[in-house]
């Protein structure tokens, strides 16, 4: 659907929603101002996304967007002109034409998608307990294990630099070693302890919840290449913004992994992107499906992060659209900063389902010709409740109207339309493959086997000056370390390569931090900074 098919076609600066007595449009400028899709299972909220997403990627504004059950990605396909679709587009005014849009597959395991990672530091404390499902305590020594981390400068990439540096900060158990060097994790758990008591208890908890994490496939999510949000936010060959979709079918087998993955790309928007004031067109929109799982048992201190985050991003030129069934699975004060409604059909069967029939009516502002209690629970498919910002901000009265026929294909792809798709993918090839990069667990693993290899040698060394001599030229040069292991000096030699050739003089330093650290680059020689959610700020 383009602009010159019908008066009611999308504009420059409004994406054309549904019609009734009145039309329904919503304007690109107040976009970011976020907005809310609900309704019972069945009642069109994917439609009613994919019709909004297709308008945004019209104009130019990438979109994101969480796809449960397969069903949204027929975005990347021609549409087919169906007799219901022709029939509601000639009731509506509209002239339909098919039409498809430039998407990126994504897919936490891999398998439907490009793969998306993020390194354990980037993630942060905060989002890590959440997901764990940790206590206060266990949170407690989290947050200690992160900042040994960050202040010994040791990366964490994966799970196994997790689970090394949580082996690393257990209290020592036993006689102590008369020679307190004998113990190579000596200055790490004196560290950790000058932060509070840190029990093995509490730590053997946490690894158990790790291994539940890494059951669920934490083990995929986190590590190297990391994602780089700036390919979400690019537009196609013809200025359209590109629809980036989560594959999240075998997600929602672990609803907290989902919920906590999401809300972390979320804070990661929060951080890095600029201020951007009031924009005539969002940077990015953010379709948060199942947005019930992000709120359900967080506690306030989260809850009161997940509120700055939302009303402080507008600023960011990015837009987040909740969609669920009830409006009371959202929390009233994140619910006040979603502008943009659009409500299918509820039903009112039990207690719960009257009171989320009333909130719901309770959020609109009134229309004197529409008793909205009575019409929520009368709405047929493809119908709904709208009411957009408009003008000055302030929202518009509530209308029903029936929600426009989408003009890319409604409904799931085949699995050979799905590689198609991937093959001609712009991401192809930079996040397929998984990276290694030398991080915590391999700087701990050096520390055992240098102290071993100093309790081994002979006091003073061997052979006299000249042994001590050789001794410290094969390390160098990697003669008696053993193979598949890089010494000391080819460490050194990697590095210092890499930074050469890869910044000039005064990015040196910084470099070679990355080269150590993974995406942990210029942290050499200053305190790691953490912003609204406990993620890593990469200034």
């Known amino acids: 659907m ?22 329904a449009w919503l304007t690109l400028a107040l976009a970011n101002r976020h907005g809310l899709v609900t309704g019972a299972t069945g009642t069109g909220k994917t439609v009613s996304l994919q019709v909004m997403a297709e308008g945004f990627a019209r ?3 990438p979109v994101f967007a969480a796809d449960i059950k397969g069903d949204l990605s027929g975005i990347c396909e021609i549409g087919e002109a169906k007799d219901f679709i022709l029939k509601r587009a000639t009731e509506m005014g509209l002239t339909f034409q098919p039409d498809q849009f430039s998407t990126v597959f994504w897919d936490v395991f891999g398998e439907q998608g490009h793969p998306v990672r993020a390194t354990v530091t980037e993630m942060g404390p905060l989002l890590l307990a959440r997901m764990l499902d940790l206590n206060d305590v266990q949170e407690g020594v989290l947050n200690v294990a992160f900042r040994v981390a960050d202040e010994s400068l040791l990366p964490l990439l994966d799970m196994k630099d997790l689970r090394s540096l949580l082996d690393a900060i257990v209290p020592a158990s036993g006689k102590k070693a008369a020679d307190a060097e004998e113990d190579p994790f000596a200055e790490i758990r004196k560290a950790a302890q000058s932060f509070g008591n840190v029990s093995k208890a509490t730590v053997g908890t946490i690894q158990r919840q790790l291994l539940v994490l890494e059951n669920q496939g934490g083990t995929k999510f986190f590590g190297e290449p990391a994602l780089e949000l700036k390919d979400f936010m690019k537009t196609d060959s013809d200025g359209r913004g590109i629809v980036n979709i989560l594959v999240a079918d075998k997600l929602m087998e672990s609803p907290r992994l989902y919920a906590t993955f999401l809300l972390w790309l979320l804070s990661e928007l929060f951080e890095e992107l600029p201020e951007a004031g009031d924009l005539p067109k969002p940077k990015l929109v953010f379709f948060f499906d199942e947005a019930h799982l992000l709120f359900n048992d967080a506690p306030k201190a989260l809850l009161d992060k997940i509120e700055q985050v939302v ?6 030129g990015v837009g987040v659209y909740f969609v669920t069934q009830n409006p009371i699975d959202v929390p009233d004060r994140v619910l006040g900063q979603l502008g943009n409604r659009v409500q299918h059909a509820l039903r009112a069967f039990t207690p719960r389902d009257q009171k989320a029939v009333a909130a719901a009516a309770q959020t609109f502002r009134p229309n004197p010709k529409l008793d909205t209690v009575k019409v929520i629970t009368e709405l047929g498919k493809g119908e ?3 009411s957009f910002l408009e003008g000055n901000g302030t929202p518009s009265m509530v209308e029903r109207v029936m929600i426009r026929p989408p003009s890319a294909r409604i409904g799931p792809i085949t699995p050979d339309e799905r590689k198609a798709i991937m ?7 930079k996040y397929d493959t998984a990276v290694d990069s030398e991080s915590a667990y391999e700087m701990l693993q050096k520390r055992i086997a240098d102290t071993a290899a100093t309790a081994d040698s002979p006091a003073g ?3 006299g000056i000249l042994g001590q001599i050789g001794s410290i030229v094969g390390t160098i040069f990697g003669t008696n370390v053993k193979r598949g292991r890089l010494s000391t000096g080819q460490v050194i030699a990697r590095d210092v390569t890499r930074s050469v050739t890869n910044q000039v003089i005064g990015g040196m330093a910084a470099n070679i931090g990355k080269s150590v650290g993974g995406q942990l680059g210029g942290s050499i020689g200053r305190t790691l900074v953490r912003g609204a959610l406990g993620g890593l700020l990469r200034r």
């Open 2 to 23: 383009t602009a010159h098919d019908s008066k009611l076609g999308d504009t420059d600066d409004k994406i054309f929603v549904g019609k009734g007595d009145e039309q």
């Open 59 to 61: 104009a130019g504004v």
């Open 311 to 316: 009303r402080l991003i507008r600023s960011k």
């Open 384 to 386: 709904a409740l709208v």
């Open 423 to 429: 093959a001609a993918s712009p991401m192809k090839g």
């Open 461 to 463: 060394g061997s052979g």
